[in-house]
């Protein structure tokens, strides 16, 4: 078995960690074994410990994970407003979502499945001896990079949430009081500098879509701005744009095609195939056409193109466009969705009909982090510190486009806003931009989301009440609270 088709295969291992539960019964990690294998039976040699690696990976096609439920709290932002037959979400989109709303909920179980076999991977793999040193030290830095993704998006949606470490995996010790945001943090920096330690720089065909050393230090990058750590993220964001290994693709299209959306700039992505697909582009596809239809990007999104910006066709279905669903060529009718646009740029259709579901889901991308370099620096430095950081991503995108020069924060927000548009990056922007006062997000929730024809949108338009610092982050899941018997205490506000 080549590695890619290892990334691919859902492994038979969710036996490993069955009873390694988080409350004792019934809670985030009560997965239901498919396999008859234990911790005294696995973890025996190189072949088990790239499997095991595997199915860490494979948590991240979860429905209910990166699969959906992730994008559905940048319905929270002023870019999108959410579709389908999910009445429940628009608890998230108007902030009146509590403990118990089900978008809260759902993938708080899948982090930390993906903890656990994180966990379970680093206390496991030390001790074999029959395997090569270098896949030894790749298997483990994996597992860290993976552990603190999870921790990352609990981070992000929670701000506190309980620390699982290996020492809590071998003393079974998972009911565990939450920890503060800056604990998560220092969590978050300690797994991802081990990870940069130990991951190679770059793979071989064989080996892509498994993390290196350059999506550890894009990780990191991104915790330091959200710590508001501004000179450390510009030395960890450098380490990657500075990186040829991690180079811009020569295309923008490039990230979101079939056959290259594995390039030098996508760092982390979700690894899926016909046989083992994430739900993310159905979630995204118009309903007329094999998809489900949940996100719709609304016109302000739309309007932040500028004229002559080819990444506006990439990115979005508008009214009258042509789109090539495999069998026929269909025209976009305003119909097909609450605002009359989609995400094109998730949409792939295979040539004897259906989606194609070989596009792979974007996590995390040199883009991002060439913009996050720029504005860390144009915050300590002033405008036009980041000039260049700016104009390497627009004139990838075209050559004909106006350059930029001196800079400041409103640029460099426009940019990221078209360069990231429907990446689940909108919300997280906002909220960094709101917290350093650079923006008022109480004001830009006042307005209501528009549909293409500059109306406001029937379902998720409406002006909303956004309350700081309550909804900076979510509440915890009440069930899981109950379970924990006053172990687990809700967030503030809540």
């Given at each position: 078995?080549?590695?890619?088709?290892?990334?691919?295969?859902?492994l038979?291992?969710?036996?490993?960690?069955?009873?390694?539960?988080?409350?004792?019964?019934?809670?985030?990690?009560?997965?239901?074994?498919?396999?008859?294998?234990?911790?005294?039976?696995?973890w025996?040699?190189?072949?088990?410990?790239?499997?095991?690696?595997?199915?860490?990976?494979?948590?991240?096609?979860?429905?209910d994970?990166?699969?959906?439920?992730?994008?559905?709290?940048?319905?929270?932002?002023?870019?999108?407003?959410?579709?389908?037959?999910?009445?429940?979400?628009?608890?998230?989109?108007?902030?009146?979502?509590?403990?118990?709303?089900?978008?809260?909920?759902?993938?708080?179980?899948?982090?930390?499945?993906?903890?656990?076999?994180?966990?379970a991977?680093?206390?496991?793999?030390?001790?074999?001896?029959?395997?090569?040193?270098?896949?030894?030290?790749?298997?483990?830095?994996?597992?860290?990079?993976?552990?603190?993704?999870?921790y990352?998006?609990?981070?992000?949606?929670?701000?506190?949430?309980?620390?699982?470490?290996?020492?809590?995996?071998?003393?079974?010790?998972?009911?565990?009081?939450?920890?503060?945001s800056?604990?998560?943090?220092?969590?978050?920096?300690?797994?991802?500098?081990?990870?940069?330690?130990?991951?190679?720089?770059?793979y071989?065909?064989?080996?892509?879509?498994?993390?290196?050393?350059?999506?550890?230090?894009?990780?990191?990058?991104?915790?330091?701005?959200?710590?508001?750590?501004?000179?450390?993220?510009?030395?960890?964001?450098?380490?990657?744009?500075?990186?040829?290994?991690?180079?811009?693709?020569?295309?923008?299209?490039?990230n979101?095609?079939?056959?290259?959306?594995?390039?030098?700039?996508?760092?982390?992505?979700v690894?899926?195939?016909?046989l083992?697909?994430s739900?993310?582009?159905?979630?995204?596809?118009?309903?007329?056409?094999?998809?489900?239809?949940?996100?719709?990007?609304?016109?302000?999104?739309?309007?932040?193109?500028?004229?002559?910006?080819?990444?506006?066709?990439?990115?979005?279905?508008?009214?009258?466009?042509?789109?090539?669903?495999?069998?026929?060529?269909?025209?976009?009718?305003?119909?097909?969705?609450?605002?009359?646009?989609h995400?094109?740029?998730?949409?792939?259709?295979?040539?004897?009909?259906g989606?194609?579901?070989?596009?792979?889901?974007?996590?995390?991308?040199?883009?991002?982090?060439?913009?996050?370099?720029?504005?860390?620096?144009?915050?300590?430095?002033?405008?036009?510190?980041?000039d260049?950081?700016?104009?390497?991503?627009?004139?990838?995108?075209?050559?004909?486009?106006?350059?930029?020069?001196?800079?400041?924060?409103?640029?460099?927000?426009?940019?990221?806003?078209?360069?990231?548009?429907?990446?689940?990056?909108?919300?997280?922007?906002?909220?960094?931009?709101?917290?350093?006062?650079?923006?008022?997000?109480?004001?830009?929730?006042?307005?209501?989301?528009?549909?293409?024809?500059?109306?406001?949108?029937?379902?998720?338009?409406?002006?909303?009440?956004?309350?700081?610092?309550?909804?900076?982050?979510?509440?915890?899941?009440?069930?899981?609270?109950?379970?924990?018997?006053?172990?687990?205490?809700?967030?503030?506000?809540?």
């Amino acid at each position: 078995m080549t590695t890619m088709q290892s990334i691919r295969h859902i492994l038979l291992y969710t036996g490993i960690s069955a009873s390694l539960l988080f409350t004792g019964c019934k809670s985030v990690l009560d997965i239901k074994p498919q396999g008859n294998y234990t911790s005294d039976n696995y973890w025996r040699n190189q072949d088990q410990a790239i499997d095991g690696i595997t199915g860490i990976y494979n948590v991240l096609l979860e429905e209910d994970f990166t699969g959906f439920n992730e994008f559905v709290f940048d319905n929270c932002s002023d870019d999108q407003v959410r579709g389908g037959d999910h009445d429940f979400d628009s608890q998230i989109e108007d902030f009146t979502y509590d403990a118990t709303s089900p978008s809260v909920n759902f993938g708080w179980r899948w982090k930390y499945e993906l903890i656990n076999r994180a966990n379970a991977a680093l206390v496991n793999i030390p001790r074999i001896t029959n395997i090569d040193a270098a896949i030894k030290s790749r298997c483990l830095g994996e597992a860290a990079f993976l552990r603190a993704f999870a921790y990352w998006r609990l981070l992000l949606i929670y701000g506190e949430a309980p620390i699982i470490t290996e020492d809590d995996f071998l003393k079974t010790n998972y009911i565990k009081p939450k920890a503060t945001s800056d604990q998560l943090r220092q969590q978050i920096e300690k797994d991802l500098q081990a990870a940069a330690e130990q991951l190679p720089e770059k793979y071989d065909d064989v080996n892509s879509g498994r993390v290196s050393k350059g999506a550890a230090w894009a990780l990191l990058c991104k915790l330091y701005m959200e710590w508001g750590k501004l000179d450390q993220a510009i030395v960890a964001g450098n380490k990657v744009i500075t990186n040829a290994n991690y180079a811009l693709t020569a295309n923008y299209a490039d990230n979101f095609l079939q056959a290259t959306s594995n390039t030098s700039e996508m760092l982390f992505a979700v690894q899926t195939t016909d046989l083992t697909k994430s739900d993310f582009i159905t979630y995204h596809a118009p309903r007329k056409w094999s998809g489900w239809s949940f996100f719709y990007p609304v016109k302000g999104l739309v309007d932040e193109f500028e004229p002559g910006d080819p990444r506006k066709s990439i990115c979005i279905m508008a009214p009258g466009d042509k789109i090539d669903i495999g069998t026929s060529i269909e025209t976009v009718t305003p119909d097909l969705s609450w605002t009359g646009y989609h995400y094109r740029k998730f949409c792939s259709w295979k040539t004897t009909g259906g989606l194609n579901y070989s596009v792979k889901t974007p996590l995390l991308r040199t883009a991002d982090i060439y913009l996050l370099v720029a504005e860390a620096k144009i915050r300590l430095n002033g405008p036009g510190a980041g000039d260049a950081e700016i104009m390497a991503i627009r004139r990838r995108a075209s050559a004909t486009l106006p350059p930029v020069a001196n800079a400041g924060m409103k640029a460099l927000m426009h940019e990221r806003r078209v360069e990231l548009c429907g990446e689940n990056e909108r919300q997280q922007d906002l909220l960094r931009w709101d917290k350093a006062k650079l923006i008022d997000i109480v004001t830009i929730n006042q307005q209501p989301k528009l549909s293409y024809d500059g109306t406001e949108v029937t379902r998720g338009g409406a002006p909303r009440k956004f309350s700081r610092p309550k909804h900076y982050y979510f509440p915890l899941p009440q069930s899981d609270i109950d379970r924990s018997k006053g172990v687990l205490v809700q967030n503030p506000l809540y």
